[in-house]
């Protein structure tokens, strides 16, 4: 499984970007992808997933209501839609991705991701 992330950059708060992450090499209809952060010294937090083939997701309180994770089968491509951006989402974002034994059950753990894109950084300014 690859994954190669695009889309980050500068925002200001209260304003929107949006990630995409390719994706190719899933063997079936069976995979999860995830979206996670991890900000100057802090740990990599979990921001939101989805299982396929329900397409059922998952979101971390702190981005509730402002971030929406969605996919294009056409593209093989994942987004995260980021609004109401704040500074304290300013983290390089990563995708990640499960190749099988997800069973449409979206999971926050990192663990249970194998596969990483390279990260994008997102920086919002106040």
């Known amino acids: 499984v690859r994954l190669v992330e695009s889309g980050g950059g500068l925002a200001q708060a209260g304003g929107s970007l949006r990630l995409s992450c390719a994706t190719s090499?899933?063997?079936?209809?069976?995979?999860?992808v995830g979206w996670f952060r991890q900000a100057p010294g802090k740990e990599r937090e979990a921001v939101s997933c989805f299982a396929s083939p329900d397409h059922s997701t998952y979101y971390a309180d702190s981005v509730k209501g402002r971030f929406t994770i969605s996919s294009d089968t056409t593209k093989n491509t994942v987004f995260l839609q980021m609004d109401s951006l704040k500074p304290e989402d300013t983290a390089v974002y990563y995708c990640?991705?499960?190749?099988?034994?997800?069973?449409?059950?979206?999971?926050?753990?990192?663990?249970?991701?194998?596969?990483w894109g390279q990260g994008t950084q997102v920086t919002v300014s106040s």
């Open positions: 990640a991705a499960r190749n099988g034994g997800a069973f449409g059950i979206p999971t926050m753990r990192s663990t249970d991701y194998a596969y």
């Open positions: 090499g899933f063997t079936s209809n069976d995979y999860a």
